[in-house]
């Protein structure tokens, strides 16, 4: 078991930042691949961004390419998410997710979640 937890969410004004982080414990982290998912109302959860386990492959859904930065820190059993021109089509609520073995893009192949962050951006 892993346990997830999500911080740095809040209320942004379009063109603005916001980085999330995803603060894990339970078991080894490096052994995770992870991933960032948000979900805005009415909406299913859809793939923002994921990456290895050792950091060195990252992937991008097209609408956050050039935006949004996936990075984690093994030593700190954290993974952050840097969001950059923020639009209002952002707002969700964003979640970490762990899986052991590959990194995957498919919300399904991940077994460990966190609890959600609120992301609003105002235009």
């Known amino acids: 078991q892993v346990q997830l937890v999500e911080s740095g969410g809040g209320l942004v004004q379009a063109g603005g930042s916001l980085r999330l982080s995803c603060a894990a414990s339970g078991r080894t982290f490096s052994n995770y691949a992870m991933g960032w998912f948000r979900q805005a109302p009415g909406t299913e959860r859809e793939f923002v961004a994921a990456?290895?386990?050792?950091?060195?492959?990252?992937f991008y859904a097209d609408s956050a390419k050039g935006r949004f930065i996936i990075s984690r820190d093994n030593a700190k059993n954290t993974v952050f998410l840097q969001m950059n021109s923020l639009k209002p089509e952002d707002t969700a609520v964003y979640y970490c997710?762990?899986?052991?073995?590959?990194?995957?893009?498919?919300?399904?192949?991940?077994?460990?979640w966190g609890q959600g962050t609120q992301v609003t951006v105002s235009s």
């Open positions: 997710a762990a899986r052991t073995l590959l990194v995957t893009m498919r919300r399904n192949d991940y077994d460990y």
């Open positions: 990456v290895s386990r050792n950091g060195g492959g990252t």
